[in-house]
């Protein structure tokens, strides 16, 4: 797979950003770019696009206040650009169900030499690009079903990342953050000998200067299955019993639950050829230490939101598939979790009715 120059630009000029996805994240990032002189565009709707027109967008942060000067745009702005006027970089920051859509907004956003950083939970949908092997090139259909992401988004253009970055929406157009913003970056296709592409070095340093801790890795495969035994363990699980990181990663009753889904998606990514750095006992402390945190998955449950259960669950389970490893317990709570999704629907359903 070819990389293509980039920036096309001054590398250590402003940059031309879109931000596609004003949720909290794609709002601190945006924020943060805006703020190191970058001109960055966020695509919004509905009550934040009103918001970001009249107020503009804060993000409280571990930094300080920032009032970002961002420009807030809409869908048919995307669509109207005149050819010559793509971004240098975009980033999609949506739940993953909703990035096929997000794609289809894009219009020409995207030119031959934008770079496109995809920020989202679960398996990716670029996962099998740059892997060689029997499987290069597949779709991931949990995460892709129609293919109108690999279809959109030229996987030479695509950059890979690991997002450990949480932020909270406390209004349109406001966000707190107070943890470190870090993301693990990638190329889809590895060298062989480990190093990392100029464009990956230029992309980590822009970011680095706006604040944002952006590591390259050689190899961001490994570090993507930390993160997705980490979702599989945590995420469903808190929507089933309603519990924090420290009961799920403590707790005896819940912790057989999660030793079984635990060992079963450790398979299936040393059958994928991952380097795991995971020590479970380890990872079981450190998951405790996370205190009485509630995970996305279950804030998006309490508040009514669609749950992001195919790319954390799902497309885990279809990668299992292809080396025919079974994943019982895996598949026991992903079931158990939609059961209490859908009698959550039907409440909601009856109250609004």
């Known amino acids: 797979?070819?990389?293509?120059?980039?920036?096309?630009?001054?590398?250590?000029?402003?940059?031309?950003?879109?931000?596609?996805?004003?949720?909290?994240?794609?709002?601190?990032?945006?924020?943060?770019?805006?703020?190191?002189?970058?001109?960055?565009?966020?695509?919004?709707?509905?009550?934040?696009?009103?918001?970001?027109?009249?107020?503009?967008?804060?993000?409280?942060?571990?930094?300080?206040?920032?009032?970002?000067?961002?420009?807030?745009?809409?869908?048919?702005?995307?669509?109207?650009?005149?050819?010559?006027?793509?971004?240098?970089?975009?980033?999609?920051?949506?739940?993953?169900?909703?990035?096929?859509?997000?794609?289809?907004?894009?219009?020409?956003?995207?030119?031959?030499?934008?770079?496109?950083?995809?920020?989202?939970?679960?398996?990716?949908?670029?996962?099998?690009?740059?892997?060689?092997?029997?499987?290069?090139?597949?779709?991931?259909?949990?995460?892709?079903?129609?293919?109108?992401?690999?279809?959109?988004l030229p996987a030479a253009q695509l950059i890979g990342s690991v997002v450990f970055v949480t932020a909270e929406a406390t209004a349109p157009g406001r966000v707190r953050s107070t943890t470190p913003h870090l993301l693990m970056l990638g190329e889809l296709q590895p060298d062989p000998e480990g190093r990392l592409s100029p464009r990956l070095q230029a992309l980590c340093r822009l970011l680095q200067d706006a604040g944002i801790q952006a590591r390259g890795l050689p190899r961001l495969r490994d570090k993507l299955w930390t993160k997705l035994i980490a979702n599989l363990t945590s995420n469903p699980l808190s929507v089933v019993t309603g519990a924090t990181l420290a009961d799920i990663y403590a707790d005896p009753v819940l912790l057989e639950t999660v030793r079984s889904v635990m060992f079963e998606a450790m398979l299936v990514a040393a059958a994928h050829g991952a380097r795991l750095e995971i020590d479970p006992i380890e990872f079981l402390r450190l998951g405790a230490g996370m205190g009485a945190v509630r995970t996305s998955m279950l804030q998006d449950f309490e508040r009514g939101r669609p749950l992001e259960l195919a790319a954390i669950g799902d497309a885990l389970v279809e990668l299992a598939r292809l080396y025919e490893l079974p994943m019982p317990a895996t598949q026991t709570l992903l079931a158990q979790t939609r059961w209490h999704a859908q009698r959550r629907e039907g409440a909601l359903r009856r109250r609004a009715a």
């Not at 971004?87 to 956003?109: R, T």
Request: negative net charge; glycine residues 12%; contains cysteine.
């Open 1 to 152: 797979m070819s990389t293509r120059p980039w920036p096309p630009q001054d590398p250590d000029g402003p940059q031309r950003v879109l931000v596609a996805g004003a949720g909290a994240i794609g709002c601190t990032l945006a924020a943060r770019l805006a703020a190191a002189g970058h001109a960055v565009d966020l695509l919004a709707r509905g009550a934040t696009l009103q918001a970001l027109q009249a107020h503009g967008l804060q993000l409280e942060d571990l930094d300080g206040h920032w009032i970002a000067p961002v420009r807030p745009v809409d869908a048919a702005t995307l669509a109207a650009l005149p050819p010559g006027q793509a971004y240098d970089l975009v980033l999609l920051a949506s739940k993953s169900q909703d990035l096929p859509a997000l794609a289809a907004q894009l219009g020409g956003a995207i030119g031959p030499h934008t770079l496109v950083l995809p920020l989202v939970n679960g398996v990716p949908f670029w996962y099998f690009q740059g892997t060689g092997g029997r499987f290069e090139g597949r779709r991931v259909q949990a995460v892709d079903p129609e293919g109108t992401l690999l279809a959109r």
